[in-house]
Every structure is written in structure tokens, then in C-alpha cells.
Nanobody, 118 residues
């Protein structure tokens, strides 16, 4: 069973930093590209960043360029998202997603809430 479990969210302050983690299992993680998406209140989900199976970032959203780093550890089967400095508009539910091959498609985790406020 494909499992993606996000962690690291919570209430954080503007100007601070954040590191989200996603633990993956149930598939060949080292052969799969990964992404982080976020869904602000009242809006549709949008991609934040993507990373290739070998660990090369392939995309950052304009809203996070210069503030965001996506990375992965193919030994621990984890993908990370770092944001620094945080802005109030970063408030959203953050999801990690696996781009599974052979027509399986994209699978998302349950998400973790990030609230940026004093």
C-alpha cells in the first residue's frame, strides 16, 4: 500500500523557518519523482516544488522562489520542504505527492496544516 505521511506543520511565526517532512513507503521511492503541493484556505491546490528521482529540483513556484528548498533522502525514503523566511500567505495545508509510473498516476498524502501568524 502506498503511504505518504507528512509531518512538521503547525503554528509558526512570520519571518521564521519551516521544515516539512514526508515519509514514503509502499513503492520504489528511489525511482519516483516527488512534489509538494499546498492548498490555502478557499483555494485550489497548487504545486510548490518538484524533485527528480535522483534529487534534482525541477520546479519551484514563483511565490516561493528564493525562499524554498526541496530535497530528498533515497536511503530513508523521505522528501523535505524548507521555507525561509515564512510569510502569512504561506498558510495552507501542505501535501507531498508521488508521481507513480506505469499509468498509476499521482498519489497524495493526508497533508499537514501550516499556519503562519504571530
Amino acid at each position: 500500500q502506498v503511504q505518504l505521511v507528512e509531518s512538521g506543520g503547525g503554528l509558526v511565526q512570520p519571518g521564521g523557518s519551516l521544515r516539512l517532512s514526508c515519509a514514503a513507503s509502499g513503492f520504489a521511492f528511489g525511482a519516483v519523482s516527488m512534489s509538494w503541493y499546498r492548498q490555502p484556505p478557499g483555494k485550489e491546490p497548487d504545486v510548490v516544488a518538484s524533485i527528480s528521482s535522483l534529487g534534482y529540483p525541477t520546479n519551484y513556484a514563483d511565490s516561493v522562489k528564493g525562499r524554498c528548498t526541496i530535497s530528498r533522502d533515497n536511503v530513508e525514503n523521505k522528501v523535505y520542504l524548507e521555507l525561509n523566511p515564512l510569510k502569512p500567505e504561506d498558510t495552507a495545508v501542505y501535501y507531498c505527492a508521488a508521481h507513480l509510473p506505469y499509468g498509476v498516476g499521482v498519489r497524495w498524502g493526508q497533508g499537514t496544516q501550516v499556519t503562519v501568524s504571530p
